[in-house]
């Protein structure tokens, strides 16, 4: 899980990539990212950041049980094993 309230917004783009890298490195394919309600521009920015992601195999808002609309649970693609 990642939670972006204490952050900057200038820090998420970093944030997200490093933290979606360090999860495929552990074989960690299904996360949660918290944004937060607010306005829900830290959730634009999350969503746009996960479109153009290219481990991203799909994203969703989280249930309310998980979050809601202030989380985004994210699915990431495993990669082919290496021979």
Known sequence: MLDL???QPREVK????DYLA??????IF?????HGKSTG???QTVHHLLQRHPDVAAYHLANAHWGGW???IVHLKRRAAQA
């Open 5 to 7: 309230h204490t952050f």
């Open 14 to 17: 970093a944030l997200v990539t």
């Open 22 to 27: 360090a999860c495929l490195a552990r074989e």
């Open 30 to 34: 299904r996360v949660r990212i918290i």
């Open 41 to 43: 521009q830290l959730r």
């Open 70 to 72: 202030g989380a985004t």
